[in-house]
């Protein structure tokens, strides 16, 4: 059943605690994460399994991830039933509140090749290649999930920082686009728009997350934003730059531009479509905008940290939540896309409303118009979350 708009989304609380800014104030500690001593590789740091013997798992996620029952908060009807199905008692917490934050709470055990305590945590793309990066997660064995090789939908395949699909599977996927409010102004079709357009001056906001902004205005000058130069990332940057100065952003937000945008306080802005989902179930003159040029993909990933203990177990969850019918109750709450082809059929014997929103099942057209942001090296981390904090005036 539909669940109404909850102003602490998921990818709200992408930028939450820390957000963007701890990333420079974090700054120091990155720097290591290049070293030998951090970087592992599979052969020298060797997790063993005991799935066989030891039916648990520990799995670490975002707050409003995972279906509730809505007369009763304690019960996870998909996760109880995988307990049930499978007799794997699963310890579930809610404790990844920030990418910054949780990489933070894990990064001098799996420096060091010591256990975390978790056998899945999820993690959102660019954390997640900068975790692979450092040799940091476990391989899947793809032979364990035949659903994720069935249906993971051929947009979230071999992307740049996971190839061959077996370290990073997608939990749920959401867009960055434009959103507007059509009380209090006409249609926008394209960034161009947003950033020039004479009765938008001040009326506007962007995202602070740099990668969904930065994204949208690369596509804007024609550029592919999974795979893009220095120099065309510093032009996109000097058209944002001339939407600041100009004062037609009124400023950079996390998910807090939600209400303003619903109140017509703002009157377009970049956003995310389970946000702006959420706020159209109130008012159907809230829309999300694919722009004409494009629009940005992302993905919150399941990864298997080195020394997690129950990797065969968070291969059987992982493939049971990739089961189309499974995927489509966890969508009917989560509100984001759902990355699993056959659940649109499901959702239609639960909501059949929200089997129809393109915002949750994509259309081929909307797909082929979706980028994932190119995997970055630590230096060009550093580098383009620099300059874009610079100008944004974090």
């Not at 290049?34 to 052969?43: F, I, V």
């Not at 659903?147 to 190839?163: I, K, Q, Y």
């Not at 020039?196 to 969904?212: C, F, H, I, N, Q």
């Not at 159209?280 to 940290?305: A, H, I, Y």
């Amino acid at each position: 059943m539909r669940t109404p708009f909850r102003p602490l989304t998921r990818r709200g609380l992408l930028t939450g605690t820390l957000g963007s800014a701890a990333l420079l104030a974090a700054g120091g500690s990155l720097a290591g994460c290049g070293t030998k001593a951090a970087t592992q590789t599979e052969a020298g740091c060797v997790s063993e399994d005991l799935s066989a013997t030891e039916k648990k798992l520990a799995f670490s996620n975002w707050p409003q991830y995972m279906d509730v029952d809505e007369k009763d908060e304690s019960k996870r009807p998909t996760l109880d039933a995988f307990v049930a199905k499978t007799g794997i008692a699963v310890t579930y917490t809610e404790d990844v509140n920030d990418n910054n934050e949780f990489f933070g709470k894990v990064q001098n055990q799996l420096a060091g090749c010591q256990g975390t305590g978790r056998d899945v945590m999820v993690l959102t793309d660019w954390m997640a290649a900068r975790m692979i990066r450092l040799g940091w997660i476990q391989k899947l064995d793809k032979s364990k999930l035949p659903n994720v090789e069935a249906n993971l939908l051929p947009s979230l395949r071999n992307r740049s920082f996971d190839t061959e699909n077996q370290l990073a599977i997608p939990w749920q996927s959401g867009l960055a686009g434009l959103a507007y409010n059509g009380k209090v102004t006409k249609e926008i079709r394209t960034v161009d728009e947003l950033l020039t357009r004479p009765d938008l001056k001040g009326k506007v906001t962007a995202l602070s997350e740099m990668r969904d902004t930065m994204g949208l205005l690369l596509q804007s000058n024609g550029h592919d934003p999974a795979n893009f130069t220095a120099p065309q990332f510093d032009d996109a940057l000097n058209k944002l730059k001339k939407a600041v100065d100009s004062g037609q952003i009124r400023r950079f937000t996390g998910n807090d531009y939600a209400p303003d945008l619903a109140k017509g306080d703002i009157a377009a802005c970049i956003g995310w479509s389970g946000d702006v989902i959420q706020l159209g179930f109130e008012d159907d003159k809230v829309k999300f905008v694919v722009p004409e040029s494009g629009v940005m993909l992302w993905s919150d990933n399941v990864l298997v940290p080195n020394k997690a203990t129950h990797k065969g177990n968070a291969e059987q969850i992982v493939n049971y939540y990739y089961d189309p019918a499974v995927a489509a109750k966890l969508a009917a709450f989560v509100n984001y896309i759902c990355p699993v082809q056959g659940a649109k059929a499901e959702m239609e014997k639960i909501d059949p409303e929200l089997a129809a929103n393109p915002l949750i099942f994509p259309d081929d057209t909307m797909l082929s118009k979706s980028k994932v942001f190119m995997a970055l090296d630590e230096k060009q981390e550093r580098e383009y979350e620099s300059k874009f904090q610079q100008v944004i005036g974090a």
